[in-house]
């Protein structure tokens, strides 16, 4: 069986990418050819290239489309990352060698009272890559003044529709003209200050209603971000049922991150659209170190089923919204109960 592609649901449409600026520096090169060829190859290293850090679990949107809107995404416990676990995860990773942090994952990650101090530690101890997605609904000046000072490297801004009236349909809570202002006024004080960081990508879930449109949207920001992108959208509603579908396929994520729930709890994925993160939790980290788990036997048998095109037999893995979007472009067909 060939490897897994990395970023396949990802497409870059603008001219540029966050990453453009960097790509001279040899580790850079280094993290970007591993975060490529692992997965491809099914090489494990000795420690997650990436982790996806759960600042909080809390969102201050209802966006429809969102599994967490849909209760299906996990348990709904929401709460925040405790200082302490955040800096003993970064002092563990920086040791490690840890390529790079996203400090989000269910929630919106600006209403912990900490982000800019977190992005300052993780920068502290090397990591290469600090970043977070963002509804950018809290992204005032002062925050962002305290977030380029921190040396955040880049921003994803997660934005849908290109009017007032789509962007608040998809966005549910949030306000059109003032998000718009915001992430100019990222661009603006970025811009002034002459340090080329955050890099600001703006992206939309490729929604059916979007796609025809979307050439409007790359106008309608092509002079704010420097790149502009979009995911395709995975059904993952309680209504979607994803079970029986078998393929050669293998998730690119288990050989390139873990997650860390603002709880500690240990994932060896994204798990999107599962609801019962228990089935492939690793551990807790703070209780266990974050190498030990991602050079488990439970973290290598999810591998070696993965490579073997036998994810189905993983009870998340077979409910995964993230492996069926990609089953269905492979047009594989429901064979088992």
Not at 49 to 59: A, M, N, P, R, W
Not at 147 to 152: E, F, H, K, S, V
Not at 255 to 274: E, F, K, N, S, Y
Request: with cysteine; glycine share 8%; charged share 25%.
């Amino acid at each position: 069986m060939s490897g897994a592609r990395a970023n396949p649901n990802f497409h870059t449409v603008g001219k540029s990418s966050v990453f453009d600026a960097r790509l001279k520096d040899p580790r850079f090169q280094e993290y970007r050819r591993r975060w490529a060829q692992f997965p491809e190859r099914f090489t494990v290293g000795e420690f997650p290239i990436h982790l996806d850090i759960e600042s909080t679990g809390v969102c201050n949107l209802r966006c429809p489309f969102c599994a967490t809107t849909m209760k299906n995404w996990g348990p709904e416990v929401p709460g925040y990352l405790k200082w302490e676990l955040f800096t003993r995860i970064i002092d563990e990773g920086a040791a490690e060698g840890l390529f790079s942090i996203k400090l989000s994952f269910r929630g919106e990650p600006t209403l912990h009272p900490k982000l800019p101090e977190m992005v300052a530690y993780a920068k502290q101890k090397g990591i290469l890559d600090v970043y977070f997605n963002t509804n950018a609904t809290l992204l005032t000046g002062a925050l962002i003044h305290r977030l380029i000072d921190a040396g955040l490297d880049r921003i994803s801004i997660s934005f849908e529709g290109t009017s007032k009236e789509s962007y608040e349909a998809y966005r549910v809570g949030a306000q059109f003209e003032r998000v718009v202002a915001n992430v100019q006024t990222l661009r603006r004080l970025r811009d002034e200050r002459g340090l080329g960081i955050p890099q600001i990508r703006v992206q939309s879930v490729m929604l059916a209603e979007l796609r025809e449109r979307f050439s409007e949207y790359v106008n309608f920001w092509e002079a704010t971000a420097d790149e502009i992108a979009y995911l395709d959208h995975r059904r993952e509603g309680p209504e979607d049922d994803h079970r029986g579908l078998v393929a050669d396929w293998a998730c690119p994520f288990l050989w390139q991150r873990m997650t860390i729930l603002w709880d500690g709890t240990a994932l060896p994925c994204l798990m999107h659209g599962v609801s019962d993160f228990s089935l492939l939790a690793l551990g807790r980290a703070g209780a266990q170190s974050i190498r030990s788990m991602w050079l488990s036997e439970e973290a290598s048998r999810y591998r070696r089923l993965h490579a073997e095109g036998q994810a189905h037999k993983l009870q998340a893995c077979d409910r995964c919204s993230y492996r069926a979007m990609e089953l269905e472009k492979l047009g594989a067909g429901k064979v088992h109960a």
